[in-house]
Antibody, heavy 119, light 106 residues
């Protein structure tokens, strides 16, 4: 069974870059067949897809965040990462990583990590 | 861009009740629709995909139907563990979630 675990700072200052890593176990990112995605949830709100990446490096970003988002993959470490630049308080959220099957279904999720943007 | 709506935004129900949640897409998405359940403090869980296919391990009291723009999630007999928020998600293009429907105790 695939397991995902987010890691990274829980507090980021405004205007800085939020950086998170998702470590995948129980399966290989480079085996193909899955996309690897980031999703966030503002406190008490709904779910927002940030973007996703294939092991080859092909990326797909939410148009509303595209100018600030970079998702990358490190197959040697079986990890993928999120960078969100120029953050504001509006980026405070729980960030989830998830595996995305070929039919764009998020079937395995990390537990989520709360990132607070504050000075 | 496709927009997703859900109704109702919240519903109060009792154990044993039949609960139906509706999801509507602003344009046709065939059967590219999934449903997730999220409990407080937890990650969402995939319940149904392709509008009506039950994910492995999901109880049969959950069912989905619809195609095109209108979809429903039905819980035939609500159980205590079903009190949660339910999200639809279109998978026809860049994935997008609906705003959610909270099912709470009456």
């Amino acid at each position: 069974q695939v397991q995902l675990q987010e890691s990274g700072p829980g507090l980021v200052k405004p205007s800085q870059t939020l950086s998170l890593t998702c470590t995948v176990s129980g399966g290989s990112i480079s085996s193909g067949g899955y996309y690897w995605s980031w999703i966030r949830q503002h406190p008490g709100k709904g779910l927002e897809w940030i973007g996703y990446i294939y092991y080859s490096g092909s990326t797909y970003y939410n148009p509303s965040l595209k100018s600030r988002v970079t998702i990358s993959v490190d197959t040697s470490k079986n990890q993928f990462s999120l960078k969100l630049s120029s953050v504001t308080a509006a980026d405070t959220a729980v960030y989830y990583c998830a595996s995305l099957g070929p039919e764009l279904l998020a079937d395995y999720w990390g537990q989520g990590t709360l990132v607070t943007v504050s000075s | 861009d496709i927009q997703m709506t859900q109704s109702p935004s919240s519903v109060s129900a009792s154990v044993g009740d039949r609960v139906t949640i509706t999801c509507r897409a602003s344009q046709g998405i065939s059967s590219w629709l999934a449903w997730y359940q999220q409990k407080p403090g937890k990650a969402p869980k995939l319940l149904i995909y392709a509008a009506s296919s039950l994910q492995s391990g999901v109880p049969s009291r959950f069912s989905g139907s619809g195609s095109g723009t209108d979809f429903t999630l039905t819980i035939s007999s609500l159980q205590p563990e079903d009190f949660a928020t339910y999200y639809c998600q279109q998978a026809n293009s860049f994935p997008l979630f609906g705003p959610g429907t909270k099912v709470d105790i009456k």
